[in-house]
């Protein structure tokens, strides 16, 4: 399973405030037991997590344990979300009230947690995305599905 968090954010056309479950990849967090190859093994990371639906992370060469990770899972201090939308045409609205509102909340093991949200572009999102690959593979058929590129935002402590 993905870790997730519960994303808390007003609506882009409504302003209507909005609490969406939302599979991540926190950045620097690798779980015990990663398989050698990338990706998570059944059971990682579970705490929080959800089947399926945004992201989670910790990109590495294979096998390694990359400098600073926490391999209980802690706090990373930064997120990757995903719109993938599971590979449907259209950007899923949340994506939208990120946009619109950056400054949201998330609920990460059930703490409250107040974030600014950045769609990542360029370079950034290319090195964001092989780290996504890496993390959970299945997002290539998800792109592959669409002609859309999918949007990844980082999400950082404010």
Not at 56 to 68: I, T
Not at 129 to 137: I, N, Q, R, S
Request: hydrophobic share 40%; proline share 7%.
């Amino acid at each position: 399973m993905l870790p997730g968090v519960i994303l808390t954010a007003r609506g882009a056309k409504s302003g209507v405030e909005r609490r969406t479950p939302l599979a991540c990849m926190p950045e620097g967090v690798i779980a015990e037991g990663d398989m050698a190859e990338g990706g998570i093994a059944e059971g990682d990371m579970a705490e929080g997590g959800m089947a399926d639906g945004g992201m989670a992370g910790g990109a590495r060469a294979e096998g390694a344990m990359p400098e600073g990770a926490m391999a209980d899972g802690g706090d990373p201090g930064s997120w990757i979300l995903i719109g993938s939308n599971f590979g449907r045409p259209d950007h899923p609205a949340w994506t939208a009230n990120l946009l619109a509102h950056p400054d949201v909340e998330i609920n990460w093991k059930g703490e409250d947690i107040p974030v600014s949200a950045r769609l990542l572009q360029g370079e950034e999102r290319d090195a964001a995305w092989k780290a996504v690959l890496a993390f959970w593979p299945p997002y290539a058929t998800y792109q592959a599905r669409v002609d859309r590129e999918i949007r990844l935002f980082r999400i950082v402590r404010r």
